[in-house]
């Protein structure tokens, strides 16, 4: 059995998950007397937000990624150990492990205190074979899948003689009209009316066409109508067709259908899709659930107290977008699904935890809501930011300085401003690579 770190002297902490709560916990216990233990089954922190622009090549892996051993190199009261959880012991107060890298196959780490911050993943809403057709954006691989599906798909429609076919492959529909759906919408559309005009022979990029496919009446849900109103005319002065009021209701090797709120369907020839709508909670949460006997919600959520505590355990903290907070008088605490409220959650149950190694009872979490911000393409954006709001150039800086400003790690955001500046100035884009079997993203889709 190991130990969760160091010598067992201090009390032991154990982290699961390397995302923006786990991480922003162990930062902020550095001088806490505690062992900290870091369980991740990626040996890196991805920037989320920033995945899209894997996606369309205009960043690389590399500079939106950490890795979480470097991360705590000099916080010398922390251990990093690459492996998956496979379930919860609370009685015992065991972390079972699996899938070591030496090969081990089950590992149990004792904790005292424990931090459960899985995070969430994309809900194709009781349809998974869509998934195959749909990549996600929750993950880097699911951004490199996106990346060589889009570029493949040019490449395909410079090959094709018929007129429909090539018209399909030039057909670009994501799912989702939330910031991460928008924000890959207008990156698409300029991939193909800026980036890519010119460098092909037989094909005009600018013929392509980019659906954005949105549930609800508007764009950008969560944003104050005016600002979803400049987003949509953003988009479409980008090439973007925004689809309002649409719900996907299937997909195709080679088709998405889609449905109006009176009953009309309509079937769109796209040979590439993305999905970013609707997420579900960690399994993680369910196995936290099962351990000690609460229920989730549909979306895969446990419930957990105001100090982020799971019920009857209070030993057991849980974050981010696999809980929904229960306030005192029983009612549900309605918080976005952002990496906002992940970081505070991570700061809080630091601060938590410190405060009662002193002796010292916390007050319950509260979530500064300091807005939300969206980019739609070069020099446009929009910006909630309570009293305030802005739309264009302003908003589109003002994202810019935020999303520097929370990249983890110095070379990082010197490397991500370097590569925003040379394409903002050569309209460019150097990640523009299709990795692993060039003819696998238009084989798996042939009928």
């Known amino acids: 059995m190991a130990q969760a770190a160091g010598d067992g002297d201090r009390p032991r902490v154990v982290v699961v998950g390397g995302g923006f709560a786990g991480v922003q916990a162990v930062r902020k216990l550095r001088r806490a007397p505690v062992e900290i233990t870091l369980v991740d ?9 920033l995945a899209y622009q894997v996606a369309t090549g205009a960043l690389s892996p590399a500079e939106i990624c950490s890795p979480l051993r470097s991360i705590f190199r000099t916080q010398e009261n922390v251990r990093v150990l690459l492996a998956e959880v ?17 090969g081990d196959q089950q590992e149990a780490i004792p904790y005292d205190t424990l ?27 699911g951004a490199l899948d996106i990346r060589r599906r889009i570029l493949s798909a040019f490449e395909a429609a410079e090959v094709e003689q018929d007129d429909g076919l090539r018209q399909a492959w030039l057909t ?21 009316q800026d980036t890519l005009q010119g460098d092909f022979r037989s094909i005009d990029t600018r013929a392509s066409r980019v659906l954005l496919v949105e549930s609800t009446d508007h764009m950008l849900p969560a944003f104050p109508a005016s600002l979803s109103r400049k987003a949509g005319q953003a988009l479409e002065r980008l090439g973007v067709t925004p689809l309002p009021g ?69 030993e057991v903290f ?21 990496a906002p409220v992940a970081m505070q959650q991570g700061r809080y149950v630091a601060s938590v935890i410190r405060d009662r190694l002193d002796g010292k009872t916390a007050s319950a979490f509260h979530y500064r809501d300091k807005g939300n911000l969206a980019t739609i393409g070069r020099s446009k954006a929009v910006a909630d930011l309570g009293r305030v709001r802005l739309a264009g150039f302003m908003a ?3 994202w810019l300085v935020v999303h520097l400003f929370y990249l983890i790690g110095f070379q990082n955001r010197l490397l991500v401003m370097l590569r925003w500046t040379i394409s903002f100035i050569t309209h460019g884009r150097g990640a523009r690579l299709i990795t692993g079997d060039p003819g696998e993203a238009t084989r798996q889709d042939a009928p």
């Not at 089954?41 to 937000?49: D, I, T, V």
């Not at 670009?172 to 698409?188: R, S």
């Not at 974050?319 to 907070?325: A, F």
């Open 115 to 141: 931090v459960v911050a899985g995070g969430s993943r994309y809900s194709y809403f009781g349809h998974d074979d869509w998934q195959q057709f749909a990549p996600e954006l929750k993950s880097l691989e």
């Open 172 to 192: 670009f529909v994501v799912v989702g009209g939330g910031p991460t759906g928008v924000e890959m919408a207008g990156q698409i559309a300029e991939l193909a």
């Open 318 to 338: 849980a974050l981010g977008d696999m809980v929904r907070v229960q306030a005192a008088d029983g009612s549900f605490v309605p918080l976005p699904g952002v």
């Open 396 to 398: 589109w800086v003002v």
């Open 86 to 102: 496979a379930e919860f012991d609370l009685e015992r107060r065991e972390v079972i492990l699996e899938r070591l890298p030496n």
């Open 246 to 314: 649409h719900t996907v209701v299937d997909i195709g090797p080679q088709t998405v259908a889609m449905a109006t709120p009176d009953g009309q369907r309509s079937d769109v020839a796209a040979r590439t899709v993305i999905w970013a709508a609707g997420v579900s909670a960690s399994p993680l949460a369910s196995a936290l659930a099962r351990a000690s006997g609460a229920e989730v919600d549909r979306a895969g959520r446990v419930a957990v107290d105001g100090q982020l505590a799971l019920p009857g355990h209070p």
């Open 41 to 49: 089954r990626r040996n890196f922190h991805l920037f989320q937000p």
